[in-house]
C-alpha cells in the first residue's frame, strides 16, 4: 500500500500571506495525486487534480505541484474561508487504492 | 451539478451489517463516465476509500476492508448501496457517498454518522 504522509501537522498563516502544505508519497505515483480541502461538519471539496489541474469552480489562488513522491499545494493570498483542513490523496495503483493523507489543518495566525 | 444523499441507520450494533443507500439527483447513474464511491472518516481521523460501482455493476473494492463490502447499484432508482458486513466499534464512521472519475472524488454528499454499539 502507498503511504501518503502530509506536512505539517497543523500550518498557522495570516489572512493574505501564502500558505505552502506538503505531501509525500512512500513511492513514486507519477502526477496520480488530488487535494481536496474539508471544512468543519462538511464533505470535502475536490480542489486539484492530475497534481496541478484546479477543479471547476476552485480559484487561482489554489496550485498544485509536484511528481513522483513530493507534491505541494500552495494557497497564494489566504482568504478567510481558506482556513480549513486540506487532504492529499494517490490514485496511481492499479486496481486501485486511493489512499489518503493525514490531512494538513491550516489555522489562522 | 450532480448532488447525493446518504441514508440509512445511524446505529448498528456489533457483528450486525451496516447499510447504506446513496441517492443521486441532477444526473442519471445510467448516463456513464463517472464511478459512484463510498469513502468514510473516522471521528477526528482522515478519510479511507471503500469502494466504488460504475453504472454496469463493476466494482472496486480497498483491499483492506475488500472481505466485508458489497456496493451494489439500482439504476431504475438512481441509487447506489453499500453494505458492510460483520462490524465492529472500529467502524464507526461518517460515511460519504461521493461521484467522479475513477481516480478522484467529486461532488460528495453531506455525510452520516453511523455509530456501531450495543
Known amino acids: 500500500e502507498i503511504v501518503m504522509t502530509q506536512s505539517p501537522a497543523t500550518l498557522s498563516v495570516s489572512p493574505g500571506e501564502r500558505a505552502t502544505l506538503s505531501c509525500r508519497a512512500s513511492?513514486?505515483?507519477?502526477?496520480?495525486l488530488a487535494w481536496y480541502q474539508q471544512k468543519p461538519g462538511q464533505a470535502p471539496r475536490l480542489l486539484i487534480y492530475?497534481?496541478?489541474t484546479r477543479a471547476t469552480g476552485i480559484p487561482a489562488r489554489f496550485s498544485g505541484s509536484g511528481s513522483g513522491t513530493e507534491f505541494t499545494l500552495t494557497i497564494s493570498s489566504l482568504q478567510s474561508e481558506d482556513f480549513a483542513v486540506y487532504y492529499c490523496?494517490?490514485?496511481?495503483?492499479?486496481?486501485?487504492?486511493?489512499?489518503f493523507g493525514q490531512g494538513t489543518k491550516l489555522e489562522i495566525k | 451539478q450532480v448532488q447525493l444523499q446518504e441514508s440509512g441507520p445511524g446505529l448498528v450494533k456489533p457483528s450486525q451489517t451496516l447499510s447504506l443507500t446513496c441517492t443521486v439527483s441532477?444526473?442519471?447513474?445510467?448516463?456513464?463516465?463517472?464511478?459512484w464511491s463510498w469513502i468514510r472518516q473516522h471521528p477526528g481521523k482522515g478519510l479511507e476509500w471503500i469502494g466504488y460501482?460504475?453504472?454496469?455493476?463493476?466494482?472496486y473494492y480497498n483491499p483492506s476492508l475488500k472481505s466485508r463490502v458489497t456496493i451494489s447499484v439500482d439504476t431504475s432508482k438512481n441509487q447506489f448501496s453499500l453494505k458492510l458486513s460483520s462490524v465492529t466499534a472500529a467502524d464507526t464512521a461518517v460515511y460519504y457517498c461521493?461521484?467522479?472519475?475513477?481516480?478522484?472524488?467529486?461532488?460528495w454528499g453531506q455525510g452520516t454518522l453511523v455509530t456501531v454499539s450495543s
Open positions: 461521493a461521484s467522479g472519475s475513477i481516480n478522484w472524488f467529486d461532488p
Open positions: 441532477g444526473g442519471s447513474i445510467s448516463s456513464g463516465g463517472y464511478y
Open positions: 460501482i460504475y453504472y454496469s455493476g463493476s466494482t
Open positions: 513511492q513514486s505515483v507519477s502526477s496520480n
Open positions: 492530475g497534481a496541478s
Open positions: 490523496q494517490q490514485y496511481n495503483n492499479w486496481p486501485p487504492e486511493n489512499t
